[in-house]
C-alpha cells in the first residue's frame, strides 16, 4: 500500500501544486475527482475568498482536497480557523515554521503535509509533526530554496533521512518524471507547471499560452536577495536579470517587484510586465490539456512504464 | 540489447567521468577492468603525460576505455594524434564544436560520444555524426551549462529530441539515482563525484576526504562571468562569491581565479586556495570505496531496484 494514497484517502498519489492565481476551486476539484490531490493555493486568497474557494471545491466533489497555507500569510488565522470550520481534510503548509500549525491542525483531525528544500527542514518538519514532506527541487517554479539542491539530488537524501513519506516536486511532470521520482525513494509526486496549463487552471489564458511556448533555458532562479523565485524570462524578469547583474540592493530589487505583479501576470495575462512563475519543465509542455487528461496519461505512461521496466530498456546484459 | 554497452564493448552502462587532476590510469582501467567505462581526462594532461597514462591504462586493462577531450584544449592535435596512433577506443568530447574532430576520429575506427548541456547542443551534435551524447544537468560538479538545466528536466528532453543513445550525467551516484536516470530515457549514467571519492582517483586524499565530509549546500555553481563551474565551498570559493555579490567585472573574476588552482586545490590538496570542482552529490557521499566496488554496488543496487519494480514501493492502488 503507497503510504500516501493511505495518508490522505486518494486513489493516486499524483498532487497537484497548491500555486498562487493558478490553483482555484475548478482545478482542485478536478484534479481530486480524477483520483489524485487537488490543492488550493490560499497565499492569493483573501481570507473570504479562500472560505468561497474551499465551499466551491466541497460542492464540485466528494472526495479529499487540500488547502496550501504559506506560514507567512499576513491574516492565517483566519485561513486556518476556515480550514477547521469548514472541514477541509488536508493542509500543506510552505515558508514558515511548521511546529506554528501542526498541533491545532492535527488537534481537528487535518493532516498536514510541509514543504522543504533540504534535509535539514525535511528533519524538522518532521520533529513538528507533520505526516508528510514535499521535497522541492531547484527546477520547480515559483519560490525556491536557496542551497539549490535539485530533485534527483534532494529526493533521495530526504527520503534517506526521514521515517515519513516523501513527495517529490520539481520537475515532474508525466509518467516518466514520476516512475524516476519513486526510484529515488518518493511515494508521490506534486506537479505544478504541469496543471498551470490545464484547462481548469486559473491562470489567465495568455499566461497558459506562454507557458506552452516556453523554449529550453527560458526560466531562472531570480530575485535570490530577496526570496529565490523561479520566472519565466519576459520583459520584466530581463529588468530584474539587468538589476541583479548591475548588482541592485535588496531595497532596488523589492522596488523593481512593487506589488501585485503576480496576480497581473499570472491572473491578468499581462506577459510583458506581470511577474510570471514557472518550472524548467515548462519547455517540455506542448498542449492545454484537460486536468483529468493530465491525470490519467501519468497513470497510464507510469503503470506501462513500471510495467515494462523488464524491457531491453532497463536489462542491463548480464 | 542495451545500445550504449553495444557502442562501447562494455558490460555495465556506467561510465566514469573523465574529470581533470582526478582520473588518471588507476582509475580509468579499474573502473573498465570492473566492467563499466573508464575514462582518462586529458584536460589536465600534457600531451607527453597523455600518451603516458594512455600506455599505462592499456598495461592495466584489455577492456575498451575512453579519453574525454576538451575541444578547447591549446595542444588538441597532440592529444588526438596520440589517441589515434595509440589506438584508444572511445573519445569523449567536451567544450567546443563536435564537428572539428568527429569524422576524423571515426575514419580511424574510434567512437565519438559529446558532453551537452541542451537540447540544442544535443541536436548539432548527433548533426556532427557522434554516436552518443551526455546529458549533464545543472547539479554535476566542474563545468557546466549556463541554462542552468537540472538531469530530471534535460535528459527526457534530449532522449525525446535525439535518435541516437543518451548518457545521463549530474546527481548520479548509486544505483536508485542510475534507475531513475534510465526511467527518464538514458541508455548509460556518468558518474564523477562518486568516482572522485574512490581510492584509485589522483585526486588528493585532502580533497576526497573534503568531498566525503561535504554538507548539504556546500557547492554552488560559480564564475558564471567566465564559464559556469560548480565549486564546493572553502576559503578561495567564498572569496569567489563575495567578489561576485560585489559586481566583479569578468577580468577580475579572471584575474581572482589565476591560474593553476585547480591542479593546487584537487590534486596538490591545497583546500583553502584550490578550486575545489565537484557536484551536488558530495553530500550525498560517506566514504571512499575502491572503484570496483562503486561499480558492483551500483549494479546490484540497480538490478535490486529494477527487479522490484513491482513491490509494495512502486505498485499504485488499482
Redesign the interface.
Known amino acids: 500500500?503507497?503510504r500516501i494514497?493511505e495518508l490522505l484517502g486518494v486513489?493516486?498519489?499524483i498532487i497537484q501544486a497548491g500555486m498562487i492565481w493558478c490553483s482555484g476551486w475548478e482545478l482542485a476539484s478536478a484534479v481530486s475527482n480524477a483520483g489524485g490531490l487537488g490543492i488550493l493555493g490560499a497565499g492569493s486568497m483573501y481570507p473570504e475568498v479562500l472560505r468561497d474557494q474551499i465551499k466551491k471545491t466541497q460542492a464540485a466533489t466528494d472526495r479529499p482536497f487540500a488547502v496550501n497555507v504559506p506560514l507567512i500569510y499576513p491574516s492565517i488565522e483566519e485561513h486556518m480557523a476556515s480550514i477547521v470550520e469548514l472541514g477541509v481534510p488536508v493542509v500543506f503548509t510552505s515558508a514558515g515554521n511548521p511546529k506554528a500549525w501542526t498541533d491545532h491542525l492535527h488537534a481537528h483531525g487535518i493532516r498536514v503535509v510541509h514543504v522543504v528544500s533540504?534535509?535539514?527542514f525535511a528533519l524538522k518538519a518532521q520533529a513538528a509533526g507533520v505526516d508528510a514532506v514535499v521535497a522541492e527541487?531547484?527546477?520547480a517554479g515559483g519560490h525556491n530554496g536557496?542551497?539549490?539542491?535539485?530533485?534527483?539530488?534532494l529526493v533521495?537524501?530526504v527520503a534517506e533521512a526521514c521515517s515519513i513519506p516523501v513527495i517529490a516536486a520539481?520537475?515532474?511532470h508525466?509518467g516518466?518524471?514520476t516512475?524516476?521520482?519513486?526510484?529515488?525513494?518518493a511515494?508521490a509526486v506534486q506537479i505544478g507547471s504541469r496543471f498551470v496549463a490545464s484547462h481548469e487552471s486559473s491562470a489567465h489564458r495568455a499566461f497558459k499560452d506562454a507557458v506552452v511556448e516556453a523554449g529550453?533555458?527560458s526560466t531562472?532562479?531570480s530575485l535570490k536577495a530577496l526570496t529565490p523565485v523561479r520566472l519565466l524570462e519576459n520583459d520584466f524578469a530581463h529588468r530584474v536579470w539587468t538589476a541583479e547583474?548591475?548588482?541592485a540592493s535588496p531595497e532596488q530589487l523589492a522596488e523593481l517587484l512593487g506589488r501585485g505583479r503576480a496576480k497581473r501576470g499570472m491572473f491578468e495575462g499581462d506577459l510583458a510586465e506581470g511577474e510570471l512563475e514557472i518550472g524548467?519543465?515548462a519547455?517540455?509542455l506542448a498542449d492545454l490539456l484537460p486536468a483529468a487528461d493530465i491525470v490519467a496519461s501519468i497513470?497510464r505512461e507510469?503503470?506501462a512504464?513500471?510495467a515494462g521496466?523488464?524491457d531491453?530498456?532497463?536489462?542491463?546484459?548480464e
Open positions: 500500500m503507497n494514497c486513489r493516486l498519489p533540504s534535509v535539514k527541487g531547484f527546477e536557496r542551497e539549490e539542491t535539485t530533485t534527483l539530488c533521495p537524501a520539481g520537475g515532474i508525466d516518466r518524471t516512475l524516476a521520482a519513486f526510484a529515488l525513494g511515494e529550453e533555458g531562472r532562479l547583474a548591475d548588482h524548467q519543465v519547455s517540455r497513470e507510469y503503470r512504464l513500471s521496466i523488464h531491453p530498456h532497463f536489462a542491463w546484459p
